[in-house]
């Protein structure tokens, strides 16, 4: 059974830094495509970033390029949303996804995280 496992949220200040990790109980992990995306109640799900199973290509939402990095660790089966500067408006629950194909469409990721909450304060 893949299991994937979403942490480090929690509450941040506005203009702070906070480190998401996911590890993913995937033989097939670097083959496979992962992103992030988020959720705030009463919204559809919001894609962050994404990257290629090699690590060599990446692309982000418009609300987060320039201050979210999305990197990963093919030996660990880790992959990590570092947040730099976060705003009020990127409290919502981060979740990491898998799949085959590289795109910014969540319905085209197969194996989804619990979730993590983020929350910035002003």
């Known amino acids: 059974q893949v299991q994937l496992v979403e942490s480090g949220g929690g509450l941040v200040q506005a203009g702070g830094s906070l480190r998401l990790s996911c590890v993913a109980s995937?033989?097939?992990?670097?083959?496979?495509?992962m992103a992030w995306f988020r959720q705030v109640p009463g919204k559809e799900r919001e894609f962050v970033a994404v990257?290629?199973?090699?690590?060599?290509?990446?692309d982000y939402g418009d609300a987060v390029r320039g201050r979210f990095t999305i990197s990963r660790d093919n030996a660990k089966n880790m992959v990590y949303l570092q947040m730099n500067r976060p705003n009020p408006d990127d409290t919502a629950v981060y979740y990491c996804?898998?799949?085959?194909?590289?795109?910014?469409?969540?319905?085209?990721?197969?194996?989804w995280g619990q979730g993590t909450q983020v929350t910035v304060s002003s």
């Open positions: 995937l033989r097939t992990f670097s083959s496979h495509t």
């Open positions: 990257i290629i199973s090699t690590g060599r290509r990446t």
């Open positions: 996804a898998a799949g085959v194909r590289y795109t910014t469409g969540s319905g085209e990721y197969t194996y």
